[in-house]
C-alpha cells in the first residue's frame, strides 16, 4: 500500500492496482492476498482473521512455514458493495479449523452476496443476495444468479448457470458468452478517478 | 411493472427458409430470400419464439457464411462426466446406468440439494461440519447419505452403508427400509441352488409369489422372450399369416424388442419361424400379477401427514429403476424417495448443419475450459447496443434519460443504438426498419441514419495500449468528444439530424433512433393486454456488407478463385430491439 | 499491505445500553451493541466483528455457547416498532450467521437452532429448538416453529430426523474454542 499518496478519494489504489474503499472492512489484512486490479467497494467485509488452524500433514512434516493465506484473490476481481468473503470452517480429525478461500481472475461477487466457498474459479459471475455455503466448489465460466443459495459442499462446474434454493443448473453459458465475464473494462470505471464505460 | 433493459436478439435464418441459409444460387450469395424483402418479420408471432437469440448464443460458418443457432446446429458429445466428481465417464458404461454417476454423487430427493456421506450413531461430525474425507477420520459405519441443505438424510427412508465408498453399488442393493435386494446375477445363481427350487416349487400355485423390481422384471422377460425366439414352438403351423400380426408372433416379437433393447436381438432366422409362442407364466419369467390392492396406501395416506407425501417435482426427479419396485411415477410417500444419482452432463461440439464443418469445439479433457474450434457470430457481425439518449434539442423530443424507465405513450423518445465491428474490414450498414411496430398497439419508428460505414477493427495495439496508456486514451475520448447526449447539446455535430450519425470511434458507430411509443389504451371489444404487449420492440432488418480476402475453397466463390482477389460479401439478416416498457 | 492488520472503520452506533456479560465471552472490538435496555450475553458465546445487538426495542438475552456471526443483527426494531419487556430471547448453542437479522418485539429462538445466511425471524415470531433456518428464510412475524423444523427452498417445511442435535452441539463447542483463540475479545469495552 503505497502510504505517501495523500490519503484522499474515496479508495485506497495500491500500487499493484487493487482499488480498496476506505469504506471496507478488512479483518485480518495479513492473510489477505490480492492478486491486482481488484476493486473492493465500500461496505464489503473480508475476514482474513478466520486462518486455518491445523496444517495439512505433509507441510507439518516437511517443516515449511505454515501458509496462513486465509482469502486470496486473484486478478480483476470486483467486490460489490456488501458482500461478504469469509474462509469456510469444518471439523478436521475431531478438531475445528478454517480452511483458506480461494478466488480465482475476472470475479464478480454482487452486492450482498456471501461467499464461504472452499474455492472460485476464474471468469465467475455471482448475482446479488447470494449465499454460497461452505465448502462449495465453483469452477470457471459460472455464473451465479440473483438471490441463489448455493448449499455447502456443492460443485459447479465450468460453463454452468445456476439459480434458486437450492441452487440448481438452469442453463449453460453459450459459446459467445466467455467475453462477458472479463471485468477489465469495469476495474477502470470505479476508483478514485473513474472512466466511462468504453463503449 | 418490472424494469427492462434494453435487449437485441437477432433471427437465425434457420427459422424460415428450407436452405437454412445457404446460397442456393451460386452467382448471388447469400442473398436473402426473395419474399423476405416483402414481409416484415413480426418478433411476436409465435414462431418467432424460436429463431430470436442474444448475440452470445450464435454461432458462425466461414464456409457457408451464414449465422447459427443453437436450434439448428448439429451436436456430437465429446465428454460425458458427472457434475459432481468431474470424473469423466466412458461412453461404454452409460447406457446400462442411465446416464447417472457411478461413484458417490447422489442429489437429495427432498431438495435435489448435493448429499454427502456421513457416519451415524458414532461419534465427531454434524454432517453440517463434516466433509466426506472418509480416509483421513477414524470413521467406523454405519454411514448414510446426508443433504447439507434441507438436512434429510437416508436414514429416514431406512438405508444405511457398511463402508463409505461405492455407495452406488451399495444403493442398488439395498430397498427402502433397509431389505436387501438382489442383483440380477445373485437371482440367476439363487436359482441353481437347489434348495431355494424346492422353496419356489413349493411355493408356485400359492398367492406368495416373489416380488420382482422393475429392472428385473424385465431382464427376466427379455430372457424368456429370447428364450422363444430361440427354441420356437413348432406346433402351431397353420394361421402363420395371422400369427404374424399378434404381439405373440416371433417377427413382431423380435421387432419390439429390438426397439425397447436397442437391438441386436434382431434374429434373421425370425423370418422363417412361424407360429404363436405361449406367455410367460412364473416370476422367473417376468411373470408379475398386478398388484391392485391399495388399501394399505389408503391406510398410510390417513395416518400420515401431508409433508410424509412426495411431490411431483420430487417424483419427476426421481430416477427410473434403481432399485424400489414400481416406484417411477407412482411413489406416493417420502419414505419411498431415495437418493438421486447425479445425471452426466457433456461437452458437445458443434457442426454447421449444411456443410458439416465443425464450427465449435471444446476440449476434451473435463477440467479445461478451452475450445479448440470456436466461431460465434460474436466475432464476424457487429454487435447492437442500445441506450436510451435524452436530448433536449428539440422542445418535443424527451426520452427515459434513466435506463429501465418507462416509456410515456405518444411522446417521442430517442435511443442511441451503437454498432460495434468485430472485424478487421470496414464494413458497410445497412438497416431497414418498419415505420410501424407490427401488433396491435403500432408504435412510430424512425432511424435517422439509416445507411452508414463502420471503420475496421484494428484492435491488436489498442488493446495493448489501453493497459499502460490510460491518459492517452482519456484523452484521445475527449478529442473524439464525451460519452453522453447532454453534454453535448451546443455541439452542432450532435444535433438530431437525419442521415447523419451521431457519434463514431475506431470501430463503432452509433446512430439514433426515434419512436413514438404507441397508446396502450383498449379500444373497446380488443381482449385485455396480453403479456409483454407492453414492451415496445422493433423488428430491423441489418444488412452487412464488406470486402473480404476471397476463398477459392467454399462454394459459390467467385470465378477464377485468384486469393488476390477482394471478393465483396454480404450479411444480411432480421434482429429484434427490445427498447422498454410503454407506461399503461 | 502494510503493517496496519484490519481496516475497519467505525461503525455508526447509538446509546450505550446497560450490560451483562459474562466473563468467558468472547467479544470481538467492532461488534456493536446499542439501545437502551439491558443486553445479558450468557458464557463461552461468541460475538463476531460488525455483528450487531441492539436493545431500542426491549431486553436482549442470548444464551451459553451462541455463536453470532459478522453483520448479524439482534434485535432490528420491526414493523410493529413497540418497546417490549424481553425484545428477543436467544436459546443455548444457537448460531446467527453472516447477515441474519432477527427483529425485536418478544421474539424467540431457541436452543441449537441455525439461523442462516442473510434469514430473517420476523418479530414475535417463536423459533423452536434444533431449528434450521437455511439461507434467505424468512419467518413471519408472530409465527411459531415447532422443534426440529427445517425451513428451505423459499419457505418450505420439513423435520429434521437426523438426531445428531448432541453431536452438533459438541461440534459448535469445538468451533467456538477455535474462535476464542482467534477473536481478540474486549468485553471491557461494552461494560
Not at chain 1, 20 to 27: I, S
Not at chain 2, 479 to 493: A, L
Not at chain 3, 106 to 132: I, L, P, Q, S
Amino acid at each position: 500500500m503505497s502510504s505517501r499518496r495523500p490519503p484522499r478519494g474515496e479508495y485506497i489504489e495500491t500500487d499493484t492496482g487493487n482499488k480498496v474503499a476506505r469504506k471496507a472492512t478488512l479483518v485480518g489484512t495479513q492473510n489477505i492476498i490480492l492478486g491486482g486490479k481488484t476493486v473492493i467497494q465500500p461496505d464489503v467485509m473480508i475476514r482474513g482473521d478466520l486462518v486455518r488452524t491445523i496444517q495439512p500433514a505433509s507441510q507439518s512434516a516437511t517443516g515449511a512455514a505454515p501458509n496462513n493465506t486465509a482469502v486470496s484473490i486473484g486478478r480483476y476481481c470486483f467486490l460489490s458493495r456488501g458482500c461478504c468473503l469469509r474462509p469456510p470452517g469444518r471439523l478436521y480429525k475431531g478438531a475445528f479449523t478454517y480452511m483458506p478461500l480461494r478466488i480465482g481472475d475476472h470475479v464478480f461477487v454482487g452486492p450482498a452476496s456471501v461467499v464461504q466457498a472452499a474455492s472460485i474459479g476464474s471468469h465467475v459471475h455471482i448475482g446479488a443476495k447470494v449465499a454460497i455455503g461452505e465448502f462449495a466448489i465453483v469452477k470457471d465460466y459460472v455464473r451465479i444468479l440473483d438471490g441463489t443459495v448455493v448449499p455447502p459442499h456443492m460443485v459447479i462446474p465450468s460453463f454452468s448457470i445456476v439459480a434458486g434454493q437450492p441452487a440448481r443448473l438452469i442453463g449453460e453459458v453459450p459459446e459467445g458468452g466467455h467475453e462477458a465475464f472479463e471485468l477489465r473494462d469495469l476495474y477502470r470505471t470505479v476508483g478514485n478517478n473513474p472512466q466511462p464505460t468504453p463503449v | 411493472m418490472a424494469a427492462l433493459t434494453p435487449y437485441t436478439y437477432i433471427q437465425c435464418p434457420c427459422s424460415d427458409s428450407p436452405t437454412l441459409g445457404r446460397p442456393s444460387d451460386a452467382s448471388s450469395p447469400t442473398s436473402p430470400e426473395p419474399d423476405e424483402d416483402d414481409r416484415t418479420f413480426d418478433p411476436r408471432a409465435p414462431r418467432s419464439n424460436y429463431s430470436l437469440y442474444p448475440l452470445e448464443y450464435l454461432l458462425y460458418c466461414e464456409d457457408c457464411h451464414q449465422i447459427r443457432c443453437p436450434r439448428c446446429v448439429a451436436e456430437e458429445i465429446v465428454t460425458y462426466y458427472c457434475p459432481n466428481c468431474l470424473f469423466e465417464v466412458p461412453s461404454s458404461n452409460l447406457k446400462s446406468e442411465g446416464n447417472r454417476c457411478t461413484r458417490s454423487c447422489f442429489q437429495c430427493p427432498i431438495c435435489i440439494g448435493p448429499l454427502a456421506v456421513t457416519s451415524v450413531e458414532t461419534k465427531p461430525d454434524p454432517s453440517l461440519l463434516a466433509a466426506p474425507d472418509n480416509t483421513a477420520t477414524p470413521h467406523s459405519g454405519p454411514y448414510a447419505l446426508t443433504c447439507s441443505y434441507c438436512n434429510w438424510t437416508s436414514t429416514e427412508v431406512g438405508i444405511k452403508f457398511d463402508k463409505p465408498n461405492g455407495i452406488h453399488a451399495q444403493l442398488a442393493k439395498l430397498r427402502n427400509g433397509g431389505a436387501t435386494r438382489m442383483t440380477a446375477k445373485e437371482r440367476k445363481e439363487r436359482r441353481k441352488d437347489p434348495a431355494f427350487r424346492a422353496a419356489a416349487a413349493a411355493a408356485i400355485g400359492s398367492r406368495e409369489q416373489e416380488d420382482l423390481d422393475l429392472e428385473t422384471q424385465f431382464a427376466n422377460l427379455k430372457m424368456f422372450y429370447q428364450n422363444q425366439l430361440a427354441h420356437p414352438n413348432s406346433a402351431d403351423t397353420g394361421l402363420s399369416g395371422l400369427g404374424d400380426l399378434g404381439f405373440s408372433s416371433p417377427t413382431s416379437l423380435s421387432r419390439i424388442m429390438s426397439l425397447y433393447t436397442g437391438g441386436g436381438l434382431q434374429d434373421k432366422k425370425a423370418k422363417s419361424r412361424v407360429g404363436a409362442m405361449r406367455e410367460a407364466l412364473d416370476p422367473d419369467e417376468g411373470f408379475q400379477l398386478a398388484s391392485l390392492d391399495e388399501s394399505a396406501a389408503i391406510a398410510q395416506l390417513q395416518a400420515e401427514t401431508l409433508d410424509d407425501t412426495a411431490s411431483a417435482a420430487q417424483l419427476l426427479d426421481q430416477p427410473p429403476n434403481i432399485g424400489e419396485e414400481h416406484l417411477y411415477g407412482r411413489g406416493r410417500f417420502a419414505s419411498e424417495l431415495r437418493p438421486i444419482p447425479y445425471l452426466l452432463r457433456t461437452k458437445r461440439s458443434k457442426r454447421c448443419p449444411m456443410c458439416r464443418h465443425i464450427i465449435s469445439k471444446p476440449e476434451a479433457k473435463v477440467q479445461t475450459t478451452r475450445f479448440r474450434i470456436r466461431l460465434i457470430a460474436g466475432s464476424y457481425i457487429p454487435s447492437i447496443a442500445i441506450r436510451p439518449l435524452a436530448i433536449s434539442s428539440g422542445s418535443s423530443a424527451s426520452g427515459p434519460a434513466v435506463p429501465g424507465a418507462l416509456l410515456e405513450p405518444l411522446k417521442p423518445a430517442h435511443y442511441l443504438l451503437t454498432f460495434k465491428n468485430p472485424i478487421f474490414e470496414p464494413v458497410k450498414v445497412t438497416l431497414g426498419a418498419p415505420s410501424k411496430t407490427p401488433g396491435r398497439f403500432a408504435s412510430k419508428v424512425t432511424v435517422l441514419c439509416p445507411d452508414f460505414e463502420i471503420d475496421a477493427n484494428t484492435d491488436v495495439w489498442d488493446e495493448a495500449l489501453r493497459e499502460t496508456g490510460e491518459r492517452d486514451r482519456e484523452k484521445e475520448r475527449r478529442r473524439r468528444r464525451g460519452e453522453d447526449g447532454n453534454h453535448n447539446n451546443n455541439n452542432n455535430h450532435n444535433q438530431l439530424e437525419v442521415g447523419k450519425i451521431w457519434e463514431r470511434g475506431r470501430n463503432w458507430v452509433s446512430i439514433v433512433v426515434e419512436v413514438v411509443p404507441a397508446s396502450l389504451a383498449l379500444v373497446a371489444g380488443q381482449g385485455p393486454l396480453r403479456e409483454d404487449e407492453d414492451v415496445l420492440e422493433i423488428p430491423m432488418f441489418v444488412r452487412v456488407e464488406w470486402e473480404g480476402d476471397a476463398g477459392g475453397d467454399e462454394v459459390g466463390s467467385a470465378p477464377g478463385g485468384d486469393k488476390e482477389v477482394r471478393e465483396k460479401r454480404e450479411l444480411a439478416y432480421w434482429c429484434v430491439l427490445g427498447l422498454g416498457r410503454i407506461r399503461q | 499491505m502494510s503493517k496496519r492488520h484490519s481496516i475497519l472503520p467505525p461503525a455508526p452506533s447509538g446509546p450505550r445500553p446497560p450490560t451483562h456479560l459474562s466473563p468467558t465471552l468472547t467479544i470481538s472490538d467492532s461488534a456493536v451493541l446499542t439501545g437502551t435496555h439491558s443486553i445479558t450475553l450468557h458464557g463461552e458465546t461468541v460475538i463476531h466483528p460488525r455483528a450487531r445487538l441492539d436493545s431500542l426495542a426491549g431486553r436482549l438475552t442470548v444464551g451459553r455457547r451462541c455463536v453470532v456471526h459478522e453483520r448479524a443483527t439482534i434485535g432490528a426494531v420491526g414493523a410493529s416498532g413497540r418497546i417490549v419487556e424481553a425484545a428477543v430471547t436467544v436459546g443455548d448453542y444457537v448460531v446467527v450467521e453472516v447477515g441474519a437479522v432477527i427483529e425485536a418485539g418478544e421474539t424467540v429462538v431457541g436452543e441449537g437452532t441455525v439461523v442462516g445466511v442473510g434469514a430473517r425471524v420476523g418479530a414475535g415470531a417463536v423459533v423452536g429448538k434444533h431449528c434450521t433456518l437455511t439461507p434467505h428464510s424468512e419467518i413471519a412475524a408472530g409465527e411459531v416453529v415447532p422443534d426440529f423444523t427445517v425451513v428451505y427452498s423459499n419457505g418450505l417445511r420439513r423435520t429434521d430426523k437426523r438426531g445428531v442435535a448432541e453431536l452438533k452441539n459438541k461440534g459448535l463447542a469445538r468451533q467456538i474454542d477455535v474462535l476464542r483463540r482467534m477473536i481478540p475479545s474486549n468485553p471491557a469495552k461494552f461494560a
